[in-house]
């Protein structure tokens, strides 16, 4: 028994949490409809507000319409209390009579209200002490409300009173809310009880009908809102659609124009700004294309004088000490510096114009980025050694396997590398590895003037630097973050830097550990742990961006 009882338990809570599920979910989606949709929200205020004025406009008439027919009734009252007294005083005038009597005038009072019964009457004589009066249809003495008789008793003679109470009557007919109105003449006090179940009717009556109205009036309403910003909104809808479609790309968008009104007129400028925007973007494009196509063809072309020179360089580079001028052996040290410096100003160009011509294409292969980081690190200790910084490796103890092109991540951990000895003012570097099951991650971490408010967002620009005047002692080409950021976006990964003035700066790399996947997080944080409370300023440039 314990158990059956435990099982319904169990059930009964589960069928209540899913219908709070349920419930949850219809009103999380009704309101995200309502906030999405100005239609659902016009529509719902107009329901609302037509509502409230249905329902104070429909109490206000059932009041009057109430008011009127009690009106009505007690003047129709104090009429037949009228009739009555006169022939109370009539017939009996201020002599006592016996109890026939009144009985006989009760009935005669009550025959005039017909087969129907519109009226009960009550007579009772003020100078018996004990007598309670006689009623028609067996009605209680207590139909007559006591405040009333009070009332009548310390007014002067010919006063009228009238009040609603409730009317009982001896045996089985049921107690109903009535009218009740009286007087007083001579020693007599008369009173006219009247049913007001007829009038309960019609205003019950009055009241549904009323109701069936105003709800047919709101919805009528809700139906003429709905259409009437249904004409506004379709064209605004069709307007964002097509902004949309024109921010994505195609340029060839357009609305079509009806009528000559408001909403034409937003067509017709939103088809002009289009227009406009087409031509520029076009003219742009173009301009772009001729820069793209300028830039490749001098390096290509600088490419075959470049090696003539070269050649002579090297010659004159290994005659140097031959030299009887030492400021010529000078001479031709300088000039292979700098032709070293113009050989990778022109590579890099010849890269950037590749990724700009979308011929840039992905060699990937299964790597271990262990591997890779160790053999740049080794590359640039010379460099670190002469700036006086240390580099400080944290690779994990497993094998962090990704398909990458070993040409391109070599590149990006080397610019990653060198920037950050070059501005890590002789500080340690630190370079971090991370994997998880989707992707791989490196992080170079430097300790030098980091980097300044808006600079976050300019690093990855062509030709930037952070401080122009600042001696460079490795002759960048100011073109390293931007190409490392192309080919980071090849792979489909993200390069992203993170820095604060005077705590330094931290670049994390982080790649997809299959080719072609998309990269949804990365195994390590982009803002390094201890950096303080300051926001930090972050550029995040994923693939596509």
Known sequence: MNLSLDRAKRVTRRGLRGVRRVLRGTARRGYARWRRSIQVRVVTSTLFISAIVVAILGAFLMQQVSS???????????????????????????????????????????????????????????????????????????SVPRRLRDEL?????????????????????PSERGLIVGGRTGQY????????????RTLTNVGRSMAGVGI??????????????????????????????????????RMRVRGEDDLARLARSFNDMAANLQDKIGELEDLSQVQRQF??????????????????????????????????????????????????????????????????????????????????????????????????????????????????????????????????????????VAADRDAVAVAVRDHGVGLKPGEGQMVFDRFWRADPARARTTGGTGLGLSISREDAQLHGGWLQAWGEPGNGSQFRLSLPRVAGAELRGSPLPLVPPGAGDARPLFAELEAGD
Do not use: W
């Not at 006090?189 to 309960?200: I, N």
């Not at 050694?385 to 690779?395: F, H």
């Open 68 to 142: 009127a027919l009690m009106d009505g009734k007690v003047k129709a009252a104090r009429l037949q209390l009228d009739e009555g007294l006169a022939q109370v005083q009539r017939d009996l005038g201020t002599t006592s009579e016996d109890d026939n009597r009144l009985n006989a005038m009760v009935n005669r009072l009550k025959a005039r209200s017909g087969p129907s019964g519109l009226y009960e009457v009550y007579i009772r004589d003020t100078t018996e002490q004990y007598f309670d009066g006689y009623a028609t249809n067996e009605l209680r003495e207590e």
């Open 153 to 173: 008793r310390h007014a002067p003679a010919g006063s009228r009173a009238y009040t609603y109470g409730k009317l009982s009557y001896v045996g089985d007919r």
């Open 189 to 200: 006090e008369l009173y006219y009880l009247f049913p007001l179940e007829q009038e309960q």
């Open 216 to 253: 047919v009036l709101v919805l009528l309403l809700a139906a003429i809102a709905s259409l009437v910003t249904r004409q506004v909104v379709i064209p605004v809808r069709l307007a964002a659609q097509g902004a949309q479609r024109l921010a994505a790309g195609r340029l060839e968008e």
């Open 295 to 432: 830039v490749s063809d001098v390096s290509h072309e600088l490419r075959t004088p470049l090696t003539t020179i070269r050649i002579a360089a090297d010659m004159l580079y290994e005659s140097r000490d031959t030299f009887d001028d030492p400021a010529v052996g000078r001479s031709a040290e300088l000039l292979q510096s700098q032709l070293e410096r113009f050989e990778s100003l022109l590579a890099d160009l010849l890269e950037i114009s590749r990724h700009d011509a979308g011929a840039a294409t992905l060699d990937a292969e299964s790597l271990d980025m262990r591997d890779l980081v160790l053999r740049v690190v080794g590359d640039i200790q010379g460099l670190a050694e002469r700036k006086g910084s240390k580099v400080v490796l944290q690779l994990p103890g497993e094998p962090c396997m990704a398909e990458v092109d070993r040409r391109r991540v070599e590149r990006i951990l080397r610019n990653l590398l060198v920037n950050a000895v070059e501005h890590g003012e002789g500080e340690d570097i630190v370079v971090s």
